[in-house]
């Protein structure tokens, strides 16, 4: 019991729970399944995006060009899907397409980190930055509507099973998935073990490059998925709508107790920290708060939030310390 | 190694260097000529039109017009602005422009109090200064450019919404695409004043949502708003992108005989919400021609010709001129609804 409580999820369990029962006082309308299920729906993005990037912080990356790559999967898809005959196999073709322009991209970045050994800030903001340029090239910013889609797509987008959107059961599955992946897989425990440390995991015969290469590449599969999420959930192509997205995942990773140094993450975690941004978002118009402090009010649980976590780390900590020390 | 890297990290930079000519290249591709090099060689006026940012519709649909007027007037325009809706990259595309020695710059401002310097700069070197779409600093410019008059516009909208909903009491919100938006606040304020004085029934439920010029932003937080407060009655969402968002949610919890939403919208983005309802009518003025507009102001401006009320612009229409002589507007707002919305091509 006491090691659950705590766990470093803990914290910010403490914190969605405190927030949601505020919120579910303040508004009746917030503690129904319609709304918890919106969150999960309009957060599904956000959420697929910040479990490829767990992976990446884990590992001691960080990658700013996922909203970048969305987008680009985005148009591309889009463009994509217009062209596509209205049967279930163009649902099935943009399953494969989408995931593999994105594991392209990701792989691409990759490469550049491990391999030259630029470091991922510098590699993922110079391919942001072009994949950026390049939509807007290519686009121009015109947007694609749901008309010009076939309707299986459409159907897609708004299929419910038993009254919960399909985009939170791709959320739901990206995020089990991922978490059985790190928890029994080689690659997975290669990627905490690396995380965790670097030198001594190569000198145990870890493959650094591939394991670096492989989770940018798994956060390009996921950016593919999320640009599927993110076709079904505005149901058209704003060029747009994701610019400066990248901020909220990294911080979505934060929230739920990854160090952005490396070594420390859960997927656990961050579902929690994705929880937590959708319910203050949701929360605060909920709750009719002046819009001036709403942006106030966020940034206070935010470090709240974190502050407590890295409290909590840094007494566990010592009380290793402490006792290396007595023995 | 080190060696290696320093030369990758260089080549990476070059690479960075010359995708900034290629943009550059393009953006004065799009003006028309190969205007940067040749500096007022041939004659001609170079006349700058800076959106508050490229690549979304509605600046689209007003570069087509100002390239348009560009070649039926015979003068050079650069159409040029910034990727993001934001003033420090907006100063340095003026900057740019300056250096450019352009005849006539025309700025729609993403905050007008951050370009006031550069735009004084600007006029120190004998470059004319308007601005077009958004007010700037009304000291440092020659002349001012508005599709409409900004309270008479606000409160067509509020009007239309009241028409909408059917009825003058109830419950409405209001949207927004950012908080700091000079001539959406100003419309946002000519609306709230239309409602205070001619239908005192009708109660906002909250202040202005912003939505970040996004439509999931816009979608989400209108869902949020129809949870919270079920009896909201009309939404006015201003921004070309907040009413498709609003429109979105509407359409997808099929309140389209519910709630009456009325925006600024552009027709060809709205059609499909339009055609069911969710969205009632968008309202705006045809950016095309505002962009046609600016670049014949501006190309008067630097003949030394003075617009005049009333005055008769080829291709545009008639024009209002206000007694301070500067300030310009081009004509009522055009309502785009199921049935027009197919007759234009923005």
């Known amino acids: 019991m006491k090691s659950i409580l705590q766990s470093k999820e803990m914290s910010i369990v403490a914190i969605v729970v405190l927030l949601s029962i505020t919120l579910s006082f303040v508004s009746p309308a917030f503690l129904t399944f319609e709304n918890i299920f919106d969150i999960l729906k309009g957060n599904a993005v956000l959420g697929i995006l910040a479990v490829g990037m767990t992976l990446v912080i884990i590992t001691g990356g960080i990658d700013v060009s996922v909203a970048a790559v969305t987008t680009a999967v985005c148009v591309m898809a889009g463009k994509f899907l217009t062209v596509l005959p209205d049967s279930p196999i163009s649902i099935l073709l943009l399953f494969i397409v989408a995931p593999l322009i994105g594991v392209l991209l990701g792989a691409l970045n990759g490469i550049l980190v491990s391999k030259i050994q630029i470091p991922a800030i510098v590699v993922t903001l110079g391919t942001m930055s072009m994949i950026n340029g390049i939509i807007l090239y290519l686009t121009n910013g015109t947007y694609l509507n749901s008309t010009s889609f076939p309707k299986i797509f459409v159907d897609f987008a708004n299929f419910q099973i038993f009254g919960v959107s399909v985009i939170v059961f791709i959320f739901a599955i990206i995020a089990v998935g991922t978490w059985y992946i790190l928890k029994y897989t080689v690659i997975g425990r290669e990627v905490l073990a690396v995380g965790g440390n670097k030198e001594s995991s190569i000198r145990a015969g870890i493959n650094f490059d591939k394991v670096q290469i492989f989770v940018y590449g798994y956060m390009g599969l996921l950016a593919g998925i999320a640009a599927i999420a993110q076709l079904s959930y505005t149901k058209a192509v704003d060029p747009n709508g994701l610019l400066g997205f990248e901020l909220q995942v990294i911080a979505a990773v934060v929230l739920g107790g990854a160090n952005i140094l490396g070594g420390r993450g859960s997927i656990m975690g961050t579902f929690l920290g994705v929880l937590l941004l959708g319910i203050m978002q949701n929360g605060l118009i909920l709750a009719r708060i002046d819009i001036f402090w709403q942006k106030v009010v966020v940034g206070t649980i935010i470090l709240i939030a974190v502050s407590y976590d890295q409290i909590q780390y840094k007494r566990s900590k010592d009380k290793l310390a402490k006792i290396e020390v007595e023995a | 190694m080190k060696k290696f890297l320093v030369t990758m990290l260089s080549l990476v930079l070059m690479i960075g260097l010359l995708t900034g000519c290629v943009s550059s290249n393009s953006s004065s591709k799009s003006g028309g000529e190969d205007s940067g090099k040749e500096s007022g060689k041939d004659g001609k006026l170079k006349i700058a039109v800076v959106p508050k940012l490229v690549g979304i519709p509605y600046f689209n649909a007003s570069e087509k017009g100002a390239i348009q007027a560009g070649k039926d007037l015979g003068v050079d325009v650069i159409y040029t602005g910034p990727t993001e809706a934001d003033a420090a990259q907006q100063v340095k595309v003026i900057e740019d422009l300056i250096s450019q020695k352009v005849d006539v710059i025309a ?167 339009l055609e069911d309802g969710s969205l009632d009518v968008g309202i705006l003025w045809e950016p095309d021609k505002l962009g046609y507009l600016t670049v014949a102001l501006a190309k008067d401006l630097a003949d030394g010709k003075k617009p005049e009320n009333g005055q008769e612009v080829e291709n545009v229409g008639k024009i209002e001129v206000w007694e301070d002589g500067k300030t310009v507007i081009m004509g009522p707002p055009t309502d785009f609804t199921a049935e027009n919305a197919g007759d234009f091509n923005y």
């Open chain 2, 107 to 273: 700025v729609a401002p993403n905050d007008p109090a951050a370009l006031t310097p550069v735009l004084k700069k600007a006029k120190e070197q004998g470059i004319k200064v308007m601005d077009w779409d958004t007010p700037a600093d009304q000291s440092v410019v020659e002349l001012s450019v508005h599709q409409i008059d900004d309270e008479a516009f606000g409160r067509h909208i509020a009007k239309s919404l009241i028409e909408k909903i059917g009825s003058e009491e109830g419950d409405i919100a209001i949207l927004t695409g950012g908080l700091s938006a000079a001539n959406l606040n100003s419309w946002i304020d000519g609306a709230k004043k239309e409602l205070d004085e001619n239908f005192p029934k009708i109660k906002l439920v909250s202040d202005k949502i912003a939505t970040d010029e996004k439509q999931p932003v816009a979608y989400q937080k209108t869902l949020d708003l129809i949870k919270s407060n079920p009896e909201l009655k009309g939404i006015m969402a201003y921004s070309t992108i907040a009413p498709i968002g609003a429109a979105q949610a509407i359409q997808e919890k099929g309140l389209q005989d519910k709630i009456a939403v009325v925006g600024t919208a552009l027709p060809k983005d709205s059609k499909p919400f």
